[in-house]
């Protein structure tokens, strides 16, 4: 197989030192502020000698790594957020737990209606001895 060489072809023509200190001059107006690249992650924000940086930023992941495992190893089970209800005692998938919470809620609604409507009446209750006759609701 014969490997092919690409040429590339330079431009070679002179510039005079006035061209080229007007083009470095429009160049540099242009140049984004420092803040501007530390803001956007191309320079980083830090105080350090060139030669620390990388072992600053090292450190900082590090830390960061460090104090997220210190959180999780400190986070409650799942069992103990549902006891305290922070989380809902669902198997349901999260996108259809508020459904499944409004269905119950209207389940719940049904239920309690259904036995307002078997409900004793007062009079009955007197009756069988469970409220006084002065206790009636009724009046």
């Known amino acids: 197989m014969a490997e092919e060489v690409k040429e590339t072809k330079v431009d070679e023509t002179h510039i005079s030192p006035i061209e080229r200190r007007n083009s470095l001059e ?3 107006q242009t140049r984004p502020d ?11 924000d830090t105080n350090a000698a060139p030669a620390l940086q990388s072992a600053a930023q090292e450190l900082e992941r590090q830390r960061a790594t460090d104090s997220l495992r210190k ?5 409650p089970e799942r069992d103990e957020l549902i006891e305290r209800n922070i989380l809902p005692d669902s198997n349901a998938a999260p996108g259809i737990q ?14 309690l209606e259904e036995k307002m409507k078997h409900r004793p009446k007062p ?10 006759a002065d206790e009636d609701p009724t009046k």
């Open 71 to 75: 959180g999780l190893e400190k986070r």
């Open 98 to 111: 508020g459904q499944q919470k409004e269905l119950e809620k209207h389940m719940r609604a049904d239920s």
């Open 34 to 44: 420092p803040k501007d690249l530390k803001d956007r992650h191309i320079l980083l």
């Open 123 to 132: 009079e009955e209750l007197i009756k069988d001895g469970i409220l006084q």
């Open 26 to 28: 429009k160049h540099l």
